[in-house]
Structure formats: C-alpha cells, structure tokens
C-alpha cells in the first residue's frame, strides 16, 4: 500500500506541474488536455492513498488542490464535492488552520457557482478561525480570506462592509508584502469611492 508520504510526492507533482502549465501553457489543446488530465490524476491518486490511511491533514491538502484543478475544468459539482469532503476532513483533523483554508475555498466554490448565502457562512466561518487563531504567520492567509468576502459583499452592494474589508486585506498584504494584492484592494477602494 503506498504511503502517505508518496501522497505528499503525487501532490507536489501535481502542483508544480500546474504552476509550470500556467506560466508557460501547452502549444496544443490535446497536450493541455493531456497534462490537466495527469495532474488531477495525481491528485485523484493522492487523495485515495490519504483516505486509505486516514489522513485527513494531507487529504485537506489534495481535496483542496483537486477542487482547484476541477473548478479549473469547469467541473463544478466536483469541485464542490472536493471542497466539501476537504471541510470534512479539516474538520476531523481538528487543525483550525486548515480549516480555515478550506471552508474559505468551499466559499469560493459557492460563490462561482451563485449560491452567494452559502459563500457567505462559509467566509464568516472562515474569518472567525483566522480571527481566533491569528498569527503572524497567518497573515496572508487571512488577507485572502477578507478578500472574497470583499467581493461577495461588494457584488451585494454593502459597499460600506466592502470597503472595510478591503481596507483590512489591504493592510495585511502590505505587512507580508504582497504588492499584487496591496494594489487589487487600492483599485476596489478607488472604485468604492
């Protein structure tokens, strides 16, 4: 049976294997194809090795990394499924970090797929772990969980609610250095006037 540790490797195959596809993509659609299949079969391989030996902290990261993969396909009801197992698992695992991480994707998931309510419990939940649990190292995370709910509540027209969390995100990436998302926040704060 393979081991947990072989499911860390498929992971980080997986994921690095994505960071290169997507900084530098496939000439063809049948080698991006090919190469999309490969990761989320990694991923898909991982996933069943952490189930197998009831490890829920790494199956939170392979469940977590497989949404993304799927949600990338525009598999939604996958995506979704593999968010919510990973919520599940994050939960067994009784680790408020990882948790945290993804009950904040599982919010991503539901706020593509329109289901704005259920993105919204899922970011609250989210934002409280972060804000119970912070940390310096957890900075950015938390910068990113503020910015979804940013967004959520500025596609809802709470522009003041918007506004303060945008300030926040934008705070936070600034203290870890994040220029990118620093200047996203500028841009929404501009637009919110």
């Known amino acids: 049976m393979p081991s947990v540790a072989e499911a860390l490797a498929l992971i980080r195959e997986a994921?690095?294997?994505r960071c290169e596809t997507l900084a530098s993509p496939p000439a063809g659609e049948a080698e991006r194809r090919a190469v999309a299949e490969c990761i989320r079969g990694h991923l898909v391989e991982a996933a069943a090795i952490c189930r197998a030996a009831g490890a829920d902290r790494e199956l939170v990261v392979a469940l977590g990394k497989l949404g993304h993969v799927e949600q990338d396909a525009g598999r939604h009801e996958a995506a979704l499924a593999c968010c919510e197992e990973s919520v599940a698992a994050a939960r067994r695992a009784d680790d408020p970090f990882r948790l945290a991480h993804a009950?904040?994707?599982?919010?991503?998931?539901h706020r593509h797929g329109g289901r704005l309510a259920a993105a919204e419990a899922c970011y609250e939940e989210?934002?409280?772990l972060y804000a119970r649990h912070a940390t310096g190292a957890?900075?950015?995370?938390?910068?990113?969980a503020l910015r979804p709910m940013a967004i959520l509540k500025e596609e809802r027209g709470q522009?003041?609610?918007?506004?303060?969390l945008w300030v926040r995100a934008r705070d936070l990436y600034s203290a870890v250095g994040?220029?990118?998302g620093v200047a996203e926040c500028a841009d929404h704060l501009a637009r919110l006037g």
Do not use: K
């Open 15 to 17: 994921w690095t294997l």
């Open 159 to 164: 522009v003041g609610e918007a506004r303060l």
């Open 126 to 128: 989210a934002l409280s």
């Open 178 to 180: 994040i220029e990118a």
């Open 103 to 109: 009950v904040r994707h599982l919010g991503d998931v």
């Open 138 to 144: 957890a900075a950015l995370d938390h910068a990113n």
